[in-house]
C-alpha cells in the first residue's frame, strides 16, 4: 500500500527587533534589550508551541533565527481541515521563561495574527508568508512598533502508519493502516529466556554483548532479582525473520532501590538478518532504557545507531523521558536531533524519521508506528522499526518497580533463538 498524507507546518526563521529606546532603560525591572524574548503559537487546532526569539537591528532577513516544532497534520486534521483556514497567533514575550514553558513574570510585548489558506494543494511544499510582521499592541501613537520575522510553509510528510494488533509481549499481528484499510503485513513471537542462551551474533558483537551482560549482572543475591532474557522476533507474511529486538543487557534495579537506575540501565539490540542467511544477525540499533527520578516519575531512554564501521562506533539519535503513569510518544525527528546537538540524520531527507505510541504502566498497549515514507525502500526497513517500538514498549514493563510483579506473558520460561 501507499504511504498515508502527512503534511508539516512549519513555523522558521523567527527573529525579533525592537524599536530603538527614545529615554534610558530604568534602573530596575525587565528591559526587552538586555532580557531573553520567545514567543508561544497558538493555533485554533494544535497545542501550543515556544520558541526562543533572536534579536535583529536589521530590517533585512536577519542572520540569526530560530524555529519552533513544527505542527504535524495527520491524514484526520486535513480532512479536518480541508478548504479552511487555518489561524496562528503568535504571542512574543520578554522575561524569563520557566522550564515548562510558563509565561509567568514576562511581559507581553504584542501578538501577531496570521491566516494560513488551507485550501491549496498540500501534496507539494508552500510558503504562506516570508518576512517581518508589525506586533499588535506593541506601539503606541507616532511610535515605532516591534517587528517579528517569521516564515510559515507547509512541507509534505508522507508516513507509513503501522499499528500491533495486541500488546508486543502477547505476540500479535502487526496491521499496516491507511484510511479505514487494515491490511497485516508482520507477526510478532515474543519469548523470556531466564537462561538467557547466546544470541547468533557475528563475533565481534557477541563479545561485546557479552561485556554488557557481565557488567550489570551484579551481585549474586540480586541474580534472581532481574529481568532479561527477553525478545520479539519480527517476521514477514511468508513466515521469514526480517528483525528483532533482544534485552542483552538485564534491568536489574540500583543497590537499596526497586528500581532501575539511570547509572545502570537495561539494554536492547535490534537487529537485522546479516545478508541473505536467517541463522546469523547484525546489530542495527542500541536501546538503553531506566526508570528516571524526578518531579514526574518517567521512562528514560537513550537510542543509538550502528554505523558501519563496527560496534564500537555509535551514533546517538534520540534521547528522552515519558511520563511512567500517562505514556506517551517515543519520537526520532531530525529537527529534534540537531537542536539537541546530536547532529546526525538517518539517510533519506531531513525531517520526521519514525514515532511510536508507548502507554503508561498497566494499560493495555497496542503500539501505532510512524515511518517516514524517506526511510522505507524495502518492508524489511519497517520490520527494524516495529522492533525498536516493540522494545521501547517492552520497557515500560522492564523498568517497572521491582516490588510489583509483572503480568504472566512476561514471566513465562521458553527456550528462545534468533534462528
Sequence with gaps: MDPCPFVRLIVESLALKLPSPTKPPPLSGVHPSTTPCFCKIRTNTFPTHTALLPLSASSCAPDITTSAPAFQLDPAALRRLSGKSLSLVLSVY????????????????????????LSTDLSSSHTFHNGWLNLAGSHSRNKPSAQLHLVVRSEPDPRFVFQFGGEPECSPVVFQIQGNIRQPVFSCKFSADRNYRSRSLPSDFTSIASGWRRSSAGDKERQGKERKGWMIMIHDLSGSPVAAASMVTPFVPSPGSDRVSRSNPGAWLILRPNGASVSSWKPWGRLEAWRERGPVDG???????????????????????????KGGQFCIDYKVMKDAGLGWRLPGEEGFVMGSTVDGEGKVSKPVVQVGA????CMADAALFIALSAAIDLSMDACMLFSHKLRKELCHHEQSSLS
Design 94 to 117: 520578554n522575561g524569563p521563561m520557566s522550564r515548562s514553558c510558563c509565561v509567568r513574570g514576562a511581559k507581553l510585548l504584542g501578538r501577531v495574527h496570521l491566516t494560513v489558506n
Design 299 to 325: 521512562l528514560g531512554y537513550k537510542v543509538e545507531l550502528f554505523s558501519d564501521n563496527g560496534p564500537a562506533n555509535r551514533i546517538p539519535i534520540a534521547e528522552g523521558t515519558m511520563s511512567v503513569k
Design 374 to 377: 524517506q526511510h522505507i525502500t
